[in-house]
């Protein structure tokens, strides 16, 4: 339900047998978007070796896109360990970009695959994270007399009403954290109020 995800992005420095490793991690709900910081990056260091990339966007139990690039390295030894560390440490919505500058020692597929985890898993000390909980869309339909209620219990649970469609019900959109939802649930069902689950967002 619940994962983490980096509040802002970081930028740190490793090194391995004198190559350097540049990460950048930091949030990213869009694909398009995470493409874009990386050309930012290439510009940034146009002189590097490689820029090795892995991309959680959802949840990392069950993401919505999941990917990673080897940019040149050896097929596994980059982009795939880099993405198995954002996976194992449960983050989501988030990007890596690590550059690397050849320092003229050849490390292997194990020690590349150690410098690249290694260089997302300082990162990932640096970043500051917090818990994003997924929110749900439900509607609500009661009768004029159980508005007040409805509005009550969803406030009561951390939700939002959004603008109610009146007609000869009353029909409520309301979002609410997903971890609520149980309860809220709970309560409609004890009082014989109508509900219809949406999506989660």
């Known amino acids: 339900m619940s994962y983490q995800i980096p509040c802002s992005p970081v930028v740190t420095e490793t090194e ?7 990460c950048w991690l930091g949030p990213v709900t869009d694909k398009a978007a995470f493409l874009h910081e990386l050309e930012l990056i290439r510009s940034r260091y146009p002189d590097a070796s490689h820029h090795c990339t892995a991309l959680v966007i959802g949840n990392p139990s069950n993401p919505q896109t999941m990917q990673s ?12 360990p880099m993405l198995e560390l954002l996976l194992k440490q449960g983050v989501g919505n988030v990007g890596a970009i690590v550059t690397r500058y050849f320092g003229g020692t050849k490390l292997g597929v194990g020690g590349l695959m150690r410098a690249y985890r290694g260089a997302v898993g300082a990162a990932l000390q640096s970043a500051e994270l917090t818990t994003f909980i997924p929110l749900l869309a439900v509607r609500i339909v009661c009768d004029f007399a159980e508005e007040s209620r409805v509005r009550f219990l969803v406030a009561q649970c951390r939700g939002v009403c959004e603008d109610a469609v009146y007609t000869h019900q009353v029909s409520v959109p309301v979002q609410l954290p997903q971890d609520q939802w149980p ?19």
Request: aromatic share 6%.
């Open 183 to 201: 309860t809220l649930r709970a309560q409609l069902q004890a009082e014989g109020i109508r509900f219809e689950e949406l999506e989660a967002t």
């Open 16 to 22: 391995e047998k004198k190559s350097r490793f540049i």
């Open 69 to 80: 690039d080897d940019d040149g390295e050896p097929g596994g030894s980059a982009g795939r």
